[in-house]
Nanobody
Framework: QVQLVESGGGLVQPGGSLRLSCAAS????????MNWFRQAPGNQREWVAT??????TFYTDDVKGRFTISTDNANTIYLQMINLKPEDTAVYYC?????????WGKGTLVTVAS
């Protein structure tokens, strides 16, 4: 069973930065894509960013220019977040896709507040 472990969340002031990590129990290249999602209190989980095996990246419009998804090409992906806003407050989840199978981490909480 694939395991994904997120880390790096915390409390940050508006305008600040954080880098989230997602460590997988299997190599990054064994997945078709890896993704970040987030879920704010009272909201549905929403897609944030994707990185493919070919290192192509995609972002939701809300985070373009502020968030960057990357990988170490081993077993970890990252989400570098700058210029954070209070509306970025959410639990951030990592997801990996392999064929029709999807795997989720348990999430890491990001709180943006002064």
């Amino acid at each position: 069973q694939v395991q994904l472990v997120e880390s790096g969340g915390g409390l940050v002031q508006p305008g600040g930065s954080l880098r989230l990590s997602c460590a997988a129990s299997e190599p990054f290249l064994s997945f078709n894509t890896m993704n970040w999602f987030r879920q704010a209190p009272g909201n549905q989980r929403e897609w944030v960013a994707t990185i493919t095996r070919s290192l192509t990246t995609f972002y939701t419009d809300d985070v373009k220019g502020r968030f960057t998804i990357s990988t170490d090409n081993a077993n970890t992906i990252y989400l570098q977040m700058i210029n954070l806003k209070p509306e970025d407050t959410a639990v951030y989840y990592c997801r990996a896709l392999r064929g029709t199978m999807e795997y989720w981490g348990k999430g890491t909480l990001v709180t943006v507040a002064s």
